[in-house]
T-cell receptor, first 112, second 112 residues
Framework: LAKTTQPISMDSYEGQEVNITCSHNNIATNDYITWYQQFPSQGPRFIIQGYKTKVTNEVASLFIPADRKSSTLSLPRVSLSDTAVYYCLGGYPWSQGGKLIFGQGTELSVKP | EAQVTQNPRYLITVTGKKLTVTCSQNMNHEYMSWYRQDPGLGLRQIYYSMNVEVTDKGDVPEGYKVSRKEKRNFPLILESPSPNQTSLYFC???????????FGPGTRLTVT
């Protein structure tokens, strides 16, 4: 199982780009990296996944280097509404036989 | 509307009084899972189920039971709750082969 390490917390200001890096040294060859976002008093929600290089959607971009030992979630021009906890996850239910390890997550605080 | 529902949303109980937290999904997902979330510890998996009648332990299964008699339901049972099970609980589901988990709104449990 891929265990992940992320910074516990990060601070930013509105309009800035925020990059959150996750380390996953033992990720399996066939595993994707997935990221979730959790707002206060809500369940986590899936925001992006990738295998290597760069993936972009309407919420974020995900950069994964060739060695795949880390990944970086990039949030362009954050707003107050991006204040949340962000979790990275190595693999997903069907690649891991069901067992998953989320880790502590990164608490992002966006200030005006 | 596609969703995962949990009941109750809030529960205060006393040590030793058996309780069940229900989880139901309307997306015909095969995979379901329970997590608990505690300050500083992130999300930790309790039990998961890959399909009907198939369940397995996650990282922190002690003190919990689950059953999966129907595809849509995955109840979490605490036979004899203790104060260290005071936590925020999330249920999640995922479609076969999908990298995305859908989370419920959470159940905040307090055991006194």
């Amino acid at each position: 199982l891929a265990k992940t390490t992320q910074p516990i917390s990060m601070d930013s200001y509105e309009g800035q780009e925020v990059n959150i890096t996750c380390s996953h040294n033992n990720i399996a060859t066939n595993d994707y990296i997935t990221w979730y976002q959790q707002f206060p008093s809500q369940g986590p929600r899936f925001i992006i996944q990738g295998y290597k290089t760069k993936v972009t959607n309407e919420v974020a971009s995900l950069f994964i280097p060739a060695d795949r030992k880390s990944s970086t979630l990039s949030l362009p021009r954050v707003s107050l509404s991006d204040t949340a906890v962000y979790y990275c996850l190595g693999g997903y239910p069907w690649s891991q036989g069901g067992k998953l390890i989320f880790g502590q997550g990164t608490e992002l605080s966006v200030k005006p | 509307e596609a969703q995962v529902t949990q009941n109750p949303r809030y529960l205060i109980t006393v040590t030793g009084k058996k309780l069940t937290v229900t989880c139901s999904q309307n997306m015909n997902h095969e995979y379901m899972s329970w997590y608990r979330q505690d300050p500083g510890l992130g999300l930790r998996q309790i039990y998961y189920s890959m399909n009907v009648e198939v369940t397995d332990k996650g990282d922190v299964p002690e003190g919990y039971k689950v059953s999966r008699k129907e595809k849509r339901n995955f109840p979490l049972i605490l036979e004899s709750p203790s104060p260290n099970q005071t936590s925020l609980y999330f249920c999640a589901s995922s479609d076969r082969g999908s990298d995305e988990q859908y989370f419920g709104p959470g159940t905040r449990l307090t055991v006194t």
